[in-house]
């Protein structure tokens, strides 16, 4: 049961009842009970059609008159695809001044990572570790995309993701469960606003659940994820969204053990709304009720409908299963009047809490304004700086100094494509809007920069570069910049080779050759398989898609003006072949340990052991890049690392005290990481699991002691027996700048 928390304010002789409920104030329209009294109202009047109506969301980016008909008739409830303002307001002004009842549409748009101002794609945005940040993005994106009409974004993307050959793994927040529910709370928090009001835009926990799994990392592929696994990796995202007060959840295109997502009751039902008490609306995928006929899970559309509405589906995307059958359903008896009546509340409810009822239409001329606002360029060029990853260094070749710098060669397919660096989902953001790393450079140094591009894409395939190399000669310094275009990442877009495509490395070998210092830097949709890239550059940046003001971003981290403070929000694999790699794995019964790589064994004659433990002969057991792993232009010291106590009970708060010394000559953040493992369980636990995260800003030669805590309970797991509690036992805890390194300390929990 939510949490309501009456607050009577008194304003301008009137009584404004606000009423909070979970994380949001909701909306002036009144409290709860007020806004349950107006649904009810409202849904006595609906007739059976008028109901279904309201569970028919359509794609609606054509002519207005397209729509028009079944507008005025009630057959839409919602529609996507759509963002001109004026447009909007007049497919509003139909829904609400010539249908029989007036209900407002609810207008959806997937504003993924920005609407006009993109920011760093949200795998980027993980890797800032900071949710305060996050969440100023996201409500810069509600503020541009509520100002044009759209009320309802299709995001946050809360898939768990362990596979780099998932082309939609840069969508989400990476392979960490709680990096995840933090990144989920800090964007259901800046889309909807910690008060529902004109600028809140309704958020969309997906995809609900477990398709970051996907067998082979092929999207829409099917998923096999125990029960367990599930509670104990998979859905605490949601439930952490729920909690933050997310309003829409999306099924997921996947069948999870036979059972497609849109279909299973136990995840929609029986987990969703019984357990994590979510009372929001359930929207399908893209056709993904219809695309159980294709998984072989119903025989034909009807009967996908009828699966769907009865396993807690509320509103069908572009099926059109619903609008085409419930009528007939319901006549039939196969399904109750009751399911349409929870199901339409629920979209009502979405509609009254909005405010869409006082207020449906926009104002075209105030919302141009909004657009591209330099506060909101400014937060998308620190998520972009703060997302970035140095993952090499030597002899600190970066931050270059400004002052003195020669020429300065920009090469690489990725240095000016404005498109491109917006990354996938995308849709609003404008190309020319796009500052480029060789715009933000040239209006920098002018002359001084030489740009020849070497390849014009990615994927083109050249023999020589004898024009990069001549330039390169003439230069003091290179600036690289490569990767993968927005085209190769996202939605349907897997890869099984997961190397620089086309000829980017060997233009780094070229590169390399010259003896110039060779910076690079990585615009991606996912973590590439760039080890041997590393070894033709004297420092790598990694900015995966860094939006709209990445080239600004970019320059002030390369000239110091910005220190890297970005961490790997997912394991970087030495080759594809690694997959799935990733920290928090379990133990095993034989873990590495040091055996031979097949490199490092003599020609012998006969069959020797190379030791039997869980490890590759050719490339080992460890990643190239772990999980939370990120360098600076300055070094961290971690000293004094105290629990306070040696032994908890369940109740009790865990209390880590520690000194951090910022021990280099730049200022600079560091985020440090609080890893738990769990050493015996009913269940194998994993080896650690990240708990807490914080980032400190300290100056050079500083050191400040602080205490992070864990609540116990946050060590819980669902065990052997089905419930979830924690497990008394012996634990570790590591206080760390990543998750491979540091020491732990023990202790107990009764
Ligand atoms: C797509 C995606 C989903 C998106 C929807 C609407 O297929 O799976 O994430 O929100 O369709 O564009």
């Keep these: 049961m939510k949490e309501i928390r009456i607050s009577l304010l008194l304003t301008l002789g009137g009584l404004l009842l606000l009423t909070s409920c979970g994380g949001h104030k909701l909306s002036t329209v009144g409290s709860d009970s007020e806004v349950e009294a107006r649904v009810e109202r409202?849904?006595?009047?609906?007739t059976l059609a008028e109901k279904i109506g309201q569970m028919n969301q359509i794609s609606a980016g054509g002519?207005?008159?397209d729509y028009a008909e079944a507008l005025r008739k009630g057959q839409v409830g919602?529609?996507?695809n759509e963002v001109d303002p004026v447009k909007i307001n007049e497919l509003q002004r139909i829904s609400v001044e010539e249908s029989r009842l007036g209900i407002p549409l609810l207008v959806a748009r997937d504003v993924i990572h920005g609407f006009h101002t993109v920011f760093p794609i949200p795998l980027g945005l993980a890797a800032t570790f900071d949710p305060a940040l996050v969440e100023e993005g996201a409500r810069v994106a509600a503020l541009e995309a509520t100002s044009q009409g759209v009320r309802w974004t299709f995001s946050p993307m809360l898939d768990i993701a362990r596979d780099p050959r998932w082309g939609r793994i840069a969508e989400g927040s990476g392979e960490d469960t709680w990096l995840d529910a933090r990144m989920a709370e800090a964007m259901v928090y800046g889309y909807q606003g910690r008060d529902l009001d004109s600028t809140s835009m309704a958020a969309c926990i997906k995809h609900f659940v477990g398709y970051g799994a996907a067998e082979g990392g092929r999207d829409y592929n099917s998923t096999f994820l125990t029960e367990r696994q599930l509670r104990n990796i998979y859905l605490p995202p949601f439930e952490a969204a729920v909690k933050a007060g997310a309003q829409t959840l999306m099924t997921s295109f996947n069948d999870n053990d036979g059972v497609p997502s849109t279909g299973n009751t136990f995840v929609l039902k029986d987990v969703l709304r019984d357990e994590l008490g979510f009372d929001g609306l359930v929207v399908t995928d893209w056709n993904s009720m219809g695309e159980m006929v294709s998984h072989g899970f119903g025989t034909d559309r009807k009967d996908v409908a009828a699966k769907a509405v009865k396993a807690g589906v509320d509103m069908d995307m572009m099926t059109?299963?619903?609008?085409s059958h419930l009528e007939e359903l319901v006549s039939s008896g196969a399904v109750k009047r009751s399911v349409i009546d929870d199901a339409v509340r629920n979209i009502l409810r979405i509609k009254i809490l909005l405010g869409l009822f006082e207020n449906p239409y926009v104002d075209v001329e105030a919302s141009r304004a909004v657009q591209y606002a330099p506060a909101h360029l400014d937060a998308a060029r620190r998520s972009a700086e703060e997302s970035a990853i140095l993952l090499k260094n030597d002899a600190g070749a970066l931050p270059l100094d400004a002052g003195s710098v020669g020429r300065i060669l920009v090469t690489g397919p990725l240095a000016d494509a404005p498109h491109d660096q917006l990354g996938t989902w995308a849709f609003d953001g404008e190309k020319t809007h796009t500052v480029t790393p060789l715009a933000a450079l040239r209006e920098r140094f002018g002359a001084k920069v030489e740009y020849v591009p070497g390849l014009t894409y990615s994927r083109q395939e050249?023999?020589?570069?004898?024009?990069?190399?001549?330039?390169?000669?003439?230069?003091d310094v290179v600036l690289a910049f490569v990767g993968e275009e927005a085209i190769l990442s996202g939605e349907a877009h897997c890869l099984s080779d997961l190397d620089l495509v086309g000829s980017q490395s060997a233009l780094l070998e070229a590169l390399k050759a010259?003896?110039?210092?060779v910076i690079?830097?990585?615009f991606a949709g996912r973590p590439l398989t760039i080890g041997r890239d590393l070894q033709n550059c004297d420092a790598m940046?990694?900015?995966?898609h860094p939006g709209t003001m990445g080239g600004p971003a970019v320059a002030n981290l390369i000239f110091g003006d910005a220190v890297p403070s970005g961490k790997t929000p997912i394991t970087f694999l030495k080759t594809v072949g690694q997959v799935p790699m990733y920290y928090n794995h379990n133990m095993t019964g034989r873990p590495y340990n040091n055996e031979r790589l097949m490199k490092d064994i003599e020609l012998e004659a006969g069959q020797t052991s190379l030791g039997n433990t869980s490890y590759y002969l050719d490339s080992g057991a460890s990643p190239l890049f772990p999980f939370g792993y990120g360098l600076s232009y300055t070094s961290f010291e971690y000293s004094d690392i105290k629990l306070d106590k040696s032994s908890y009970s369940p109740s009790d708060v865990i209390s880590v005290s520690f000194t951090l010394a910022n021990t280099g000559k730049y200022d600079a953040d560091e985020v440090v990481q609080v890893y738990v493992r769990d050493l015996v369980g009913s269940v194998t636990r994993p080896v650690k699991e990240l708990k807490g995260f914080e980032r400190l800003s300290l100056r050079a030669g500083e050191k400040r002691s602080m205490t992070l805590t864990v609540p116990v309970d946050e060590l819980a797991f669902w065990g052997l027996d089905g419930k979830k509690k924690v497990e008394p036992g012996d634990f570790q805890l590591w206080v760390a700048g990543d998750s491979a390194s540091g020491a732990p300390l023990s202790f107990k929990v009764q």
Excluded at 541 to 544: E, N
């Design 42 to 46: 409202l849904l006595s009047r609906m």
């Design 63 to 65: 002519e207005v008159a």
């Design 78 to 80: 919602s529609i996507l």
């Design 320 to 323: 059109f299963g619903f609008i």
């Design 462 to 475: 050249r023999a020589r570069f004898d024009d990069v190399v001549a330039a390169a000669r003439r230069a």
């Design 514 to 517: 010259t003896g110039k210092k």
């Design 520 to 522: 690079v830097t990585v």
């Design 541 to 544: 940046l990694y900015s995966f």
